[in-house]
T-cell receptor, first 113, second 114 residues
Framework: AQSVSQHNHHVILSEAASLELGCNYS??????LFWYVQYPGQHLQLLLK??????LVKGIKGFEAEFIKSKFSFNLRKPSVQWSDTAEYFC???????????FGKGTRLHILP | DVKVTQSSRYLVKRTGEKVFLECVQD?????MFWYRQDPGLGLRLIYF???????EKGDIPEGYSVSREKKERFSLILESASTNQTSMYLC?????????????FGPGTRLTVL
């Protein structure tokens, strides 16, 4: 069965630090990849997604993610975080022919002002 | 603007009660989903529906059932609530795979079972 692993459960950074959150998935076929974010007290919302084409995907609020097929990875990055990036981040995978999306367990990001 | 609404933000029920959680979307989406969100466990899929009257079990369907009589509405039912069903419940909807796979989430219902 498809699985998604997020390596860090809780990350604490200072403002202006660089961010990289790891995500690996298990399926070897065609996949669609997502990062969702949940800000405190808000709905879960899409941050960015990869379906095909350029493996470097840019999302909202300066986030980007790189799909590396050989490593089954889709890591989320931001060069300089802000206090407002404090949130929980979820990596998710969809097998492309199935509407079901598998979510990782999430990473809580806490940015110190 | 896309919208998914859930009937309650907070709900407190007693063990053994029958609980209904309602979700409505206004985007004419075919797919609807129920998840529960627990700290350290992420989102786990309970049930999903591809169409009216269609339902499929997710990863943790035990103790739950669902109903989809109309396209815009997807209900989650706890037949006999138990304390281990205390959780945040999230509803989501999406169009069918092929032209957009983004899921749109509601605000969640925080259910406490005493």
């Amino acid at each position: 069965a498809q699985s998604v692993s997020q390596h860090n459960h809780h990350v604490i950074l200072s403002e202006a630090a660089s961010l990289e959150l790891g995500c690996n998935y298990s399926y070897g076929g065609t996949v669609n990849l997502f990062w969702y974010v949940q800000y405190p007290g808000q709905h879960l919302q899409l941050l960015l997604k990869y379906f095909s084409g350029d493996p470097l995907v840019k999302g909202i609020k300066g986030f980007e993610a790189e799909f590396i097929k050989s490593k089954f990875s889709f890591n989320l990055r931001k060069p300089s975080v802000q206090w407002s990036d404090t949130a929980e981040y979820f990596c998710a995978v969809n097998e492309g022919r199935d509407d079901k999306i598998i979510f990782g367990k999430g990473t809580r990001l806490h940015i110190l002002p | 603007d896309v919208k998914v609404t859930q009937s309650s933000r907070y709900l407190v029920k007693r063990t053994g009660e029958k609980v209904f959680l309602e979700c409505v979307q206004d985007m004419d989406h075919e797919n609807m989903f129920w998840y529960r969100q627990d700290p350290g466990l992420g989102l786990r899929l309970i049930y999903f529906s591809y169409d009216v009257k269609m339902k499929e079990k997710g990863d943790i369907p035990e103790g739950y059932s669902v109903s989809r009589e109309k396209k815009e509405r997807f209900s989650l039912i706890l037949e006999s609530a138990s304390t281990n069903q205390t959780s945040m419940y999230l509803c989501a909807s999406s169009p069918p795979t092929g032209w957009s796979d983004t899921q749109y989430f509601g605000p969640g219902t925080r259910l406490t079972v005493l």
